[in-house]
């Protein structure tokens, strides 16, 4: 079976000197969900931004069967949805319609389509009724959902999310829970909550000083709280 993400020995460092990626190798298949853990600085959110070329390290990376490079960057964007940590990174429109609109109206795709696709990407995320609700008046778990939209209107193939339930209560956990469980798309999900883990993904991989320190279903990598406290997932 060929992977839907492929990377190989993939190196990155930051302009800064900081070398966020040291010789990671990673793949994963059509529609599984696994959780990328480790401690904060382990390289997650980088591994996520190689997969529609926002970064581009050294390595050998392909998605949904195209190399990760600039003559591939249109259709990737398409194919892959990359949903931040922070969705004030993601939602910069004064309306929730608008911001979610934004992606396929860029895309050259008619009005009527656009509008057909918000509505089914507000509706997946429990928002319709939200279109003219100015963005910035939202709680943190709506902006997480309207994050989610601007992603999923574009009926992408992959889903990499980055901390996707940081900084809401429990509440607007199971919501995101509950809504991603509900998407038939391949998920890759960076975070260090093994809640969310648990819950959503068929597989952990944990990554510490930007490698693959170790991998297996979630059932197996969360049973092992030596494994967990060694790499700062659980407290010493």
Excluded: W
Excluded at 51 to 59: H, P, S, V
Excluded at 93 to 122: K, W
Excluded at 126 to 145: A, D, N, Q, Y
């Amino acid at each position: 079976m060929s992977s839907i993400i492929h990377l190989r020995d993939l190196h990155y460092t930051y302009p800064d000197g900081r070398e966020a990626l040291r010789g990671l190798s990673l793949d994963v298949q059509r529609h599984e969900s696994v959780a990328l853990l480790g401690p904060n600085g382990a390289g997650k959110s980088t591994v996520l931004l190689h997969l529609n070329g926002l970064l581009q390290g050294r390595g050998e990376i392909e998605v949904c069967g195209l190399p990760v490079r600039k003559g591939n960057f249109h259709v990737l964007r398409q194919k892959v949805g990359l949903a931040f940590q922070n969705p004030e990174d993601q939602l910069f429109m004064p309306t929730v319609l608008e911001d979610v609109a934004f992606g396929p109206m860029n895309a050259g795709l008619e009005q009527g389509e656009v509008l057909e696709r918000c509505h089914r990407a507000l509706e997946s995320v429990g928002l319709v009724g939200f279109e003219e609700r100015p963005t910035h008046g939202l709680s943190l778990g709506e902006k997480k959902r309207v994050a989610l939209a601007t992603v999923l209107v574009m009926d992408c193939e992959v889903l990499a999310l980055d901390e996707p339930t940081s900084g809401l209560d429990p509440r607007g956990k199971g919501e995101i829970f509950t809504l991603l469980q509900s998407l038939p798309v391949t998920r890759l999900i960076a975070t260090h909550h093994l809640d969310l883990a648990a819950a959503l993904c068929d597989r952990c991989v944990i990554l510490d000083e930007g490698r693959v320190v170790a991998h297996g279903e979630s059932s197996l990598v969360l049973e092992d709280h030596a494994l967990l406290r060694k790499h700062g997932l659980l407290p010493p």
